[in-house]
């Protein structure tokens, strides 16, 4: 980057090189030899420094600076030529190329030269503007002092996350080494039931001709775990569970559902089972 007049500014190849490459042949490899290492050396500095100022401006938290703004100020970077400083797109030409109006694409180049991004060089009624690139380094230190200033930050809060010990609460109750304890299971014993009994059922529905009041299958039911025995506090669940439900696969599932506080006495009953 060029620092003059308070600001940096992108380099582009030197008036005395360009006079020089009108008089050499268009293919760069017949070129000499010290004039074409300048030549890939400025253009390396040119690429760098392209990046560098989009950097910049992706930073600027300044109100002026909208998304659309930005989006504008980047397609204004890669109209820059390298070779001939040029960097004058019509503001149509930007409307179309990033398909919004063309009365905002007006507005936002108001906006970025009023947040000192850009100098706008104006040619005339029937001429394009010519566009000048620019930061300034009052303000690109302070967005350099910030992006520092939060990576510290963020670094200071890891630090303190690390070192705080840990909720022994939110541990595993089991290890993965643990085995996991299955189920028996008789295929060839199916549990027998009367297929007229379900016949004119509806799901999640009251069949026309049942009485509304009609006992449920847990009336009469004693709980085998009255809901004033569950704990409530996962220190004394984890003991609990490891007591009541055998299925270590299944003790997850109580956690997540006493941490949802939808354990039911109906619920344990199934996760026993």
């Known amino acids: 980057m060029l620092d003059h007049d ?12 360009r006079l020089q490459m009108e008089k050499l042949p268009p293919n760069k490899q017949d070129w000499p030899v010290e004039l074409k290492k300048e030549y890939d050396r400025l253009r390396s500095d040119f690429v760098r420094a392209k990046a560098e100022f989009t950097t910049w401006f992706r930073k600027d938290r300044d109100s002026r600076m909208n998304r659309t703004c930005k989006l504008i100020l980047v397609y204004l970077v890669d109209c820059l030529n390298f070779e001939t400083g040029r960097c004058d797109p019509s503001q149509q030409a930007i409307a179309d190329e990033l398909s919004i109006g063309l009365s905002t694409v007006e507005r936002c180049i108001r906006r970025i030269a009023d947040a000192r991004w850009i100098e706008v ?31 510290e930050r963020r670094l200071e809060a890891r630090k303190i996350r690390m070192s705080m010990p840990s909720d022994p609460s939110k541990v595993r109750d089991h290890f993965d080494r643990d085995p996991a304890k299955v189920k028996g299971h008789d295929p060839s014993k199916v549990r027998d039931h009367e297929p007229s009994e379900m ?49 270590v696969t299944r003790h997850r599932e109580a956690f997540r559902l006493l941490r949802e506080r939808k354990m039911t006495p109906e619920i344990l009953r199934r996760l026993a089972a």
């Open 6 to 17: 308070d600001c940096y500014w992108l380099p582009v190849l030197p008036a005395e090189i």
């Open 121 to 151: 060089v104006r040619r005339g009624k029937t001429t394009t503007n010519f566009y000048r690139l620019r930061a300034p380094k009052a303000k690109v230190n302070a967005l350099l002092d910030n992006a520092a200033d939060l990576k």
């Open 199 to 247: 016949m004119g059922k509806h799901m999640n529905r009251t069949p026309e001709g049942e009485h509304l009041n009609k006992g449920t299958c847990f009336e009469g039911s004693e709980d085998t775990y009255p809901r004033e025995s569950i704990p409530v506090h996962e220190a004394h669940f984890g003991d609990w569970v490891r007591r009541n439900i055998p299925d």
